[in-house]
């Protein structure tokens, strides 16, 4: 798999949104004590971060608490793979872009060749794109 090593800020600023936006679904859904695990790949800089945000996070919303997993970004996506395969897979996981793309394309099973990429950079892209590929 490959590390996401361009767009730094973009791609921190892109995992916080998507971690307030899994949270805040999660808080729409449920009314009583919930516990969320939240696994992530990232240094020092970049936890010390994440660590804020769920401590905001928790103060904001009462009855939810959220576990942070760091995992080494080398066993990162092979730990991950196993958790989903046992049934143990955490709420919300970390995916750099690259990946997020690899993934999504071998769930719906429309190849993104990395050509493409500059026409997937926003969600909606993303939607066009797949429901767009011949079998879809």
């Not at 994440?50 to 905001?56: H, I, S, Y």
């Not at 995992?71 to 196993?82: D, E, I, N, R």
């Not at 793309?101 to 071998?106: G, I, N, Q």
Request: charge should be negative; include cysteine.
């Amino acid at each position: 798999m490959t590390q996401d090593v361009g767009w730094p800020f973009a791609s921190a600023v892109l995992r916080l949104v998507v971690l307030a936006l899994a949270m805040l679904i999660a808080c729409a859904v449920v009314a009583k004590e919930v516990h969320l695990r939240f696994v992530v790949y990232d240094g020092d800089q970049g936890l010390r971060v994440l660590r804020q945000v769920v401590r905001e996070f928790e103060q904001a919303h009462p009855g939810i608490e959220v576990s942070l997993e760091n995992v080494p970004y080398g066993s990162y996506f092979q730990k991950l793979l196993a958790q989903y395969a046992a049934n143990v897979a955490p709420d919300v996981a970390m995916m750099d872009f690259v990946n997020f793309l690899e993934a999504l394309s071998d769930r719906v099973g429309v190849d993104i060749p990395e050509a493409d990429y500059p026409k997937v950079q926003t969600l909606e892209q993303i939607v066009r794109y797949v429901t767009a590929a011949p079998g879809s």
